[in-house]
């Protein structure tokens, strides 16, 4: 169906939608009817409720537009990973290097994206670094051998071009991405395999809840640490940010705006509801700065509130270069150790699980139908690969589906993966223009803590909200999440304070055994998996039916190979054979889609 010049101006977004011309206002309902008129009546109303579906090509200036949405939308997880990993990395008073982190985790990530989009599970979901490797990361370099010698503490003791120093930091380092390499490739093997499935039958919401919401719980101290640096500060960031989310996340913002129909005119946009975090911190940050000329902050750097003075890192902006060209090995040669690999593996099976049901949410709300499994099963290999990438990059990372922009789909209504192959390009050029890292890694410490309390307890209620799905009146079902999520808090505490007692002898074992008994996500997630399976409990009862249940909408208009089958009719090319619908990843001889030749139809 060909668009209309309002269509192919992006004006039918419900984003959109609130004019201030006297023509009436259009509204989602409005849309269907109009809609209505011009497809055909088999067409589900969430389909015409889309300004884009995910098969569809916007004009070019507002996928640029729509993609930088999804690139701010993501910006605040993806800055926070390097910062919160600096410290443990000896890093926090070498803000050059921690900007190159930054600049290196935005160019995979972009990387990850396109492969995903691409070649994954072809829905438009973006990659990006994933708290779920935060705990074990840290608890493996809790370790003695890896805690941070005191002298990189002080920062008058600090000097960042020294190679003493920098061994230090890249030891580390390249200890993480050793540990990341191995464990994405369990990743890898149970993506395209298709094991994913086979796993998903004894994973439901009673392990997955505990699971989730402990990635965050041990994280309060991070939080209140970076926070306590200047609490006024860090409540005004968490004040903003839950204002423009929650209470303002309705309000309009009048926007000038043009089309060939309307010429100039206003429109009202949600900005509020689209960039509370960006926002939130913007406003804290020029108020740092305001208050850092006029001397507000203590200038001494053993005084209260002194972290809170925007000049403190201000000179990484100029040291950083303008360009700068992240590639694998840039640390060194990654190495390996049983401790680190196993620790993270704990990560890799919790953002799995997660990311399977992003793909689930992700096709509701771009107009696509629920995908298949060897759409799935790309999906977790890919995601694997871009783990392999990030480990040989060194971001410190892996990288995972972002649940906050499949969030953002819902809010905008634009469902088209073209938009998010352009949030993906500008994401590799944010990682190749250093100066963009630097700049985000001058942002106060107690800016980011603001940002931390807001952010991790959103992650523990994502954790918990997941209990939906069972049946929370059974004592069975209370027992089970409150008993894992309980153990995935006391025991890593008793651990960490009395590791003496469970030395065996045997160094690799001690320090196996320490990670994964220090990492409460693995904690509560082993008792979760463990009592679910053990107890009798029907389906229903355990959540199972609810959590597999997907939509049940038509998807007549859109046909399943058209999403899902490989782009540039290589499924049409290499596909063909009778044996390949054995392979768990290749599409069906029935979903491989119409072959066309327009190129941007193709992808």
Known sequence: MPLSDEQCNGLDNPSFTIDTSPAPEVTANSLKDQNAKEVPAKSSSKRNQLAYTVTDVPPWYLCILLGAQHYLTALGGIV????????????????????????????????????????GVRLPILQGGTFAFL???????????????????NASLVNATSPEFIEVWQSRIRELQGAIMVASCFQIVVGFTGLIGFLMRYIGPLTIAPTITLIALPLFETAGNDAGVHWGISVLTAFLIIL????????????????????CHFIKIHLFQIFPVLFGI???????????????????????????????????????????????GQWGIPTIS????????????????????????CARLSGAPPPPKHAINRGIGIEGIGCLLAGAWGTGNGTTSYSENVGALGITKVGSRMVIIAAGVLMILAGIFSKIGAIFATIPTPVIGGMFLVMFGIIAAVGISNLQFADMNSSRNIFITGFSIFSGLAIPSWVQKNSEHLETGITQLDQVILVLLTTGMFVGGFFGFLLDNTIPGTKEERGLLAWKKVSGDEFDDILEGEVYSFPFGIGHKCCTGSWLHYLPFCPTSTSRGP?????????
């Open 135 to 153: 705990t074990p990361t840290l608890s493996m370099l809790s370790l003695p051998m890896w805690k941070c010698p005191e002298w990189t503490q």
């Open 80 to 119: 926070a990973i390097p910062l919160i990993l600096s410290k443990e990395l000896c890093l926090q008073h070498d803000p050059l290097t921690q900007s190159h982190l930054i600049s290196t985790i935005f160019f995979v990530s972009g990387i990850c994206t396109l492969l995903q989009v691409t070649f």
């Open 595 to 603: 072959q066309t030749q327009d190129p941007c139809t193709a992808l």
């Open 338 to 361: 049983l401790a680190g690999v196993f620790g993270i593996l704990a990560g890799v099976i919790s953002s799995m699980v997660e990311s399977v049901g992003d793909y689930h949410a």
């Open 244 to 263: 423009f989310s929650q209470y303002l996340r309705n309000v309009p913002v009048p926007m000038l705006t043009y089309s060939k129909a309307k010429k």
């Open 282 to 328: 913007s406003i804290s940050w020029i108020l740092c700065y305001v208050l850092t000329v006029y001397d507000a902050f203590p200038s001494d750097p053993q005084r209260y509130g002194h972290r809170a003075r925007t000049d403190v890192k201000g000179e990484v902006v100029y040291q950083a270069p303008w360009f700068r060209f992240p590639y694998p």
